[in-house]
């Protein structure tokens, strides 16, 4: 089956640094991919929606210049969390839409910053 | 506006069933997915129902009463494996999801 890879799967890095995180669609494309953030027994929230060829569309709150994303490719998109705090410490989580009724996520990636 | 409402914890009995419950209000609804998580892991799919009704698939059931924006997810001889947390989320034209917080099943012997 069609399978999402993200990567690195875990990173710690120290504040003020930027992280950048790989979220690749393995044997489709995928012009749409979405990135989510999903702090410790809270729900999944969808951050932005990624877009190949174009600007990535981001929702309320989320800070463009923050956490930059860039759809290189029908299968790649990339999240970089710049100049990281101990608040951006998450799981994030990219998925991308197969077909109408089915979509793929990523493994997710373990970010911690101290 | 977007919610979207579920338990946040279930306790059930190993062999038992239990149904997890979810209630929606989305705009643009096309459509609500039921999800399992383990901790620290990615979802993975386990039902998408566009149309009213039950859609049974093994062990797992869900069910979508897209008039009352209701829906509900009804696992059968429950195993210990099954803890977990179930996310529902809402399907919106433009393929986004709109994700409740999740029910964290917890399964006893």
């Known amino acids: 089956g069609a399978v999402v890879s993200q990567h690195p799967s875990r990173v710690i890095c120290k504040s003020g640094t930027s992280v950048k995180i790989e979220c690749r669609s393995l044997d489709f494309q995928a012009t749409t991919m979405f990135w989510y953030r999903q702090f410790p027994k809270q729900s999944l929230m969808l951050m932005a929606t990624?877009?190949?060829?174009?600007?990535?569309?981001?929702e309320q709150g989320v800070e463009k210049d923050k956490f930059l994303i860039n759809h290189a490719s029908l299968t790649l998109s990339t999240l970089t969390v710049t100049s990281a705090h101990p608040e951006d410490s998450s799981f994030y989580i990219c998925?991308?839409?197969?077909?109408?009724?089915?979509?793929?996520f990523g493994p997710g990636t373990r970010l911690t910053v101290l | 506006g977007q919610n979207i409402d579920q338990p946040t914890e279930m306790t059930a009995t190993e062999g038992a069933i239990v149904q997890i419950n979810c209630t929606y209000q989305?705009?643009?609804?096309?459509?609500l997915f039921w999800y399992q998580q383990h901790a620290g892991e990615a979802p993975t799919f386990l039902s998408y129902?566009?149309l009213d009704g039950l859609e049974e698939k093994g062990r797992f059931s869900s069910f979508l009463s897209r008039s009352k924006g209701y829906s509900y997810l009804l696992l059968k001889e429950l195993q210990m494996k099954d803890s977990a947390s179930y996310l529902c989320?809402?399907?919106?034209?433009?393929?986004?999801?709109?994700w409740g917080a999740g029910t964290k099943l917890i399964i006893k012997p």
């Open positions: 990624s877009n190949e060829g174009s600007k990535a569309t981001y």
């Open positions: 989305t705009s643009g609804f096309n459509g």
């Open positions: 129902n566009v």
């Open positions: 989320a809402a399907r919106r034209s433009n393929y986004q999801l709109i």
């Open positions: 998925s991308a839409p197969w077909d109408a009724d089915t979509q793929y």
